[in-house]
């Protein structure tokens, strides 16, 4: 099974701050089997990233995905109000799929 | 619009069992993987299942392996999770996925609200 390990478990920045969070996997997930999720207080999560780094359906640019192998990052440019949140990355390279515990990016 | 509506949860005895379903509308369902997800009470996201577009592949978690079993009816445009030999640490909100691709592997697109299952000891 492939362990994904976030980090850091929290992050405290302040609106239109730069966000980068970190996801390392036990072993290779590949180059593009890697997704990132968000999910609000009281709602279920949404799918912002696959394949390493494409935005899916209405999810803004500010919003960059990169990475390969073992080493991912999610990158939020500029933090929106609504983007305070916590964040999963997801891979789905090995059997079976395994989430990352998750980044909490709170407002400072 | 993209719709999953899950059901199914309550409470339930240790060693007891639940048949978890899914309704999905608004997209071609018979085109896509399922996948199922829970979600402990103030914990992370955990995997616990899928299958593919045509109900023949079908993976699961290693911590719900042989308890647990994924099956879907394209007829009905229904994923159901058979859960069962329930044990506290299955006490969960339940979500279905829909999967971006059709094979059983891939990154889940839309997420339905989720039910809640409650194990007792």
């Known amino acids: 099974e492939i362990v994904l390990t976030q980090s850091p478990g929290t992050l405290s920045l302040s609106p239109g701050e730069r966000a980068t969070l970190s996801c390392r996997a036990s072993q290779s997930v590949g180059r593009t089997y890697l997704a990132w999720y968000q999910q609000r207080p009281g709602q279920a999560p949404r799918l912002l990233i696959y394949?390493?780094?494409s935005r899916a359906a209405g999810i803004p640019d500010r919003f960059r995905g990169s990475g390969s192998g073992t080493d991912f990052t999610l990158t939020i440019s500029r933090l929106e109000p609504e983007d305070f949140a916590v964040y999963y990355c997801q891979q789905y390279g090995g059997s079976p799929l395994t989430f990352g515990q998750g980044t909490k990016v709170e407002i400072k | 619009e993209v719709q999953l509506v899950e059901s199914g949860g309550g409470l339930v005895q240790r060693g007891g069992s639940l048949r978890l379903s899914c309704a999905a509308s608004g997209f071609m369902f018979s085109n896509y993987a399922m996948h199922w997800v829970r979600q402990a009470p103030g914990k992370g996201l955990e995997y616990v299942s899928s299958?593919?577009?045509?109900?023949?592949?079908?993976h699961y978690a290693n911590s719900v392996n042989g308890r647990f079993t994924i099956s879907r009816d394209n007829s009905k445009n229904t994923v159901y999770l058979q859960i069962g030999s329930l044990r506290p640490e299955d006490t969960a909100l339940y979500y279905c996925?829909?999967?971006?691709?059709?094979?059983?592997?891939?990154?889940?697109?839309?997420w339905g609200q989720g039910t809640p299952v409650a194990v007792s000891s």
């Open positions: 299958i593919s577009n045509n109900g023949v592949s079908t």
């Open positions: 996925a829909s999967g971006l691709y059709d094979l059983w592997s891939g990154p889940l697109d839309y």
């Open positions: 394949g390493t780094s």
